[in-house]
């Protein structure tokens, strides 16, 4: 009977020897919004040329919206003679590639281009352009990568469990 005691002991000692030793293995490493801004701000502005037009986009601003992370900028389209402005709004997942130690964003959308000009038909242009453009600059677009002088940062890139928004900043869950 004692032996039975025992053996029961020892099997919820070590159960919660197992869960007290899993929480001390999760660690956060919190990103603020304004280190991804930064960085993305150094890829700006994105000058290029498609055919007859010319195409620019400026003042990146970075904002979280639920779980993803969203782009506003600022876009010039220099067609023919005429120069057009407008804003768009890109929208998209965080994905963490550990190979290069960097946070992309992936499987965006443009939620909104807005056009500063009343002509439907060179909206429509416009945002065929836009849309292009943008698709192509974003694929694979570097939002943050961890820094291998940090050494919290250096041993995060083989332990990452999870990523997620919390207020203003990305989380980045460590863990076995």
Do not use: W
Request: with cysteine.
């Amino acid at each position: 009977m004692a032996d039975e005691q025992m053996k029961k002991l020892v099997v919820v000692f070590v159960c919660v020897i197992c869960v007290l030793s899993g929480c001390a293995l999760r660690k956060e490493i919190v990103i603020p919004r304004s280190k991804i801004q930064e960085t993305v701000s150094k890829k700006f502005p994105y000058d290029r040329d498609i055919g007859i037009a010319r195409f620019t986009v400026q003042s990146p601003e970075v904002y979280f919206k639920g779980k993803n992370i969203g782009l506003r900028a600022v876009y010039f389209v220099h067609l023919l003679d005429k120069e057009v402005r407008g804003s768009l709004d890109v929208n998209g997942h965080v994905v963490y590639k550990p190979e290069t130690g960097s946070f992309y964003l992936q499987d965006f959308t443009v939620e909104d281009v807005r056009l500063n000009e009343k002509d439907l038909l060179e909206k429509v242009k416009i945002q065929k352009i836009v849309d292009k453009v943008i698709s192509n600059y974003l694929d694979g677009f570097r939002i943050y990568r961890l820094d291998p002088r940090d050494q919290k940062q250096s041993l995060a890139r083989s332990y990452i469990r999870e990523i997620f928004v919390r207020n203003d900043d990305l989380v980045v869950v460590l863990g076995y």
